[in-house]
């Protein structure tokens, strides 16, 4: 594979994106909805009157004595950081799946696929390029919630959204889910014949994406550092066989001569 | 340069083409002409390896189609019938793309230097969508030529384009061939055809036919002789219609008629002397070469329909 090639593919996409307002507008909206949040919740939470609120079972050890109110805002933020973890892998999968069906409507794809790019380039950069935007937006917002926090929130609110299983997850899960999302949208892309059919076997494997990060939410905060990293690596795993699966459904000679058959 | 031994390609039970045998050298331009559906585009998706050979073989600069499709690719360029460009793009970042992946050296210079060769440069920042079609088309063709290929598969070069930019692409095409670049030309204009071909070829499926345009027109000569007479009598027709050399005669106006005889070189003196006989001044005989048009309407008639079979539009 050659890194170059894939580079100048996401390079192009990148440069069509760009010029797409609506859409960088809407891949911008929920992390800024989501910094808002973060930042203005527990910026109030933690000057409002503490209230009466009892601790109850589900409450972590290390907030027990803490004022209600900041756990009130602690367990809010666990809920805004699920939305970061899966924001990234739900953008890339609408994007990638429209990808290669323009193309074909662009009639693009003949010289595309008539260069020295292979499938696997080809599919990989179509990916990362609706991956990245996405990754990008959802990290500058956690980074912009960190930097609210330490400034507007007592420690201990900064100290749970910083955990180390949520950085670890963020860095590591997020973009392999990310990538997932990517390479099941352009799979889903190479096959479908317009942009509705592409839309809607997006939002259908959108679920399947999304299992696994509920799956972590159920388990809640008792995620383990090794059970994380287990979880990245079964992501890392299906990435390498969704892509497989990808490139064998890629059927250069079909797309080019759909016409010629009927 | 390029050569096919008995290559095929079917698409269900549908054979789009047959037993084609080509062999193309270094520095040729070879037009392929053909009716719709006769498989000229299946043809040059299999020569510049976007699909597979369904029977025989083909190698392009020296690789083979099948085993080594990769460095077909990468030496081959290809204008497509339609310009498949990106709109929302520039012409720039529509020619980097391919620049990049085709890891052409000195990248900035090779995209001026195309879209200089193509009249774009002036407009170079512009959307392509705000193109018109002719423009695109130009910006499709500096596309293909960008790696600096040794081979080029060109689809209607010069479809859309104004008789300046087309006089500016066939130019071009010639500079191509003088540099030692091996070109097939698809095309249904016959006139350019034979003004940019070395040789020609009709596919039907099958190769019918190829050749230089003067073999071709040869091949073709139909034994007719043009007369400009004086004057043409009334019963003109009828009178050399009784000579037994002669096989037909038809007036093509007031003053001149197209006699067609059965052995040209022998029939002649006899047909201007019986005419001579009949009191008709003879001011000029000529041989009548059949133009590229009959030649191509002649083979491409004398083969069954593409169409007729169930053949698709390749």
Known sequence: MSYERVAAIVRHEWLGLRRNRQVLGGLAVLPILLTLFVVGFSAWGSNANPGSMNNGGSTPSELMGAPVTVQLVVQLNEMFEFFFLVMPASYPLIIAATSIVQEKKAKSLEPLLASPITTTELLVGKSVAAVLPSLVMCWGGVALCAAGLYFLAPPLVLAFFIRPAWVVAMSLLTPLLASLAGLLGVSVSSRATDEKAAGLWATLLMTVVFLLPCGLLISGRLLSLWALLGGALSVAALNWLVLRVAVRVFQREEILTRGANT | ?314
Request: proline share 5%; aromatic share 4%.
């Open chain 2, 1 to 314: 340069m390029i050569r096919t031994r008995g290559l095929g390609r079917r698409f269900g039970d549908r054979v789009a083409v047959e037993g084609l045998d080509l062999h193309v050298e270094r520095g040729e331009v070879l037009g392929l002409l053909g009716p719709n559906g006769a498989g000229k585009t299946t043809t040059v998706r299999l020569l510049s390896a976007l699909i597979a050979p369904s029977a025989g073989s083909a190698w392009v600069n020296g690789h083979s189609v099948v085993e080594d499709a990769q460095a077909v690719r990468r030496s081959t360029g290809i204008l497509t019938e339609t310009p498949g460009l990106y709109d929302k793009h520039t012409a720039v970042e529509n020619l980097e793309l391919f620049a990049r992946l085709y890891a052409v050296e000195k990248r900035e210079q090779a995209i001026q230097r195309e879209l200089e060769r193509v009249g774009l440069w002036e407009r170079r920042a512009e959307p392509v969508g705000q193109y018109s079609k002719g423009m695109k088309q130009r910006l499709a063709f500096a596309r293909a030529l960008l790696p600096e290929p040794p081979v080029l598969f060109l689809d209607e070069p010069t479809s859309g384009l104004d008789p300046e930019n087309a006089r500016n692409v066939r130019r071009i095409i010639g500079e191509l061939q003088a540099s030692g670049s091996t070109i097939i030309l698809c095309t249904h204009n016959l006139d350019e055809a034979e003004r940019l071909s070395t040789r020609i070829a009709i596919l039907k499926r099958t190769l019918v036919t190829s050749g230089t345009a003067r073999e071709l027109r040869g091949a073709g000569q139909r034994n007719v002789v043009r007369l400009q007479l004086a004057a043409i009598a009334e019963d003109l027709e009828s009178e050399l219609n009784t000579l037994p050399n002669v096989q037909g005669v038809e007036r093509v106006d007031d003053r001149h008629i197209e006699v067609k005889l059965t052995q040209p070189q022998v029939d002649k003196p006899a047909l201007v002397r019986h005419l001579v006989g009949l009191g008709v001044r003879v001011q000029l005989m000529r041989d009548v070469q059949p133009s590229l048009e009959d030649v191509y309407l002649s083979v491409v008639e004398g083969v069954p329909s593409p169409q007729a079979n169930g053949q698709a539009d390749t």
